[in-house]
């Protein structure tokens, strides 16, 4: 399933107000070490403990509101979405 269209699934079913914003999409490459959400850490299996390639969602307005969908580092298996709000996680979701 492609990223957009996990982002919109968990959006609708536990974000439905803030589904309708106008996200726009960044990616990077990190260290599971570098999550500082013990919560959030813990959606990510022990087999991908080193490098994830992370999705951040945003949208204008919503300095506070992030979505982080984390993947495998080759981008090939969705492991877990949260949305952060005042740096405080939200509804994590395993995908594995």
């Known amino acids: 399933m ?3 269209k996990v982002f919109r699934n968990y959006m609708e079913a536990y974000h439905p107000y803030l589904a309708d914003k106008d996200w726009k999409v960044d990616v990077q ?3 599971v ?5 013990e919560e959030v850490k813990a959606l990510i299996p022990a087999e ?3 490098e994830l390639t992370c999705w951040i969602f ?4 919503g300095a506070s509101t992030l979505v982080y969908l984390f993947q495998d ?3 090939l298996k969705n492991i ?5 709000k005042d740096d405080k996680p939200v509804k994590p979701i395993s995908l594995m």
């Not at 945003?58 to 307005?61: I, L, M, Q, T």
Request: glycine share 12%.
């Open 58 to 61: 945003f949208y204008d307005g």
């Open 2 to 4: 492609s990223i957009v």
């Open 48 to 50: 991908y403990k080193q």
């Open 80 to 84: 877990g979405i949260c949305l952060l």
């Open 73 to 75: 580092k080759r981008g």
């Open 29 to 31: 490459t990190l260290l």
């Open 33 to 37: 070490s570098d999550i500082r959400h």
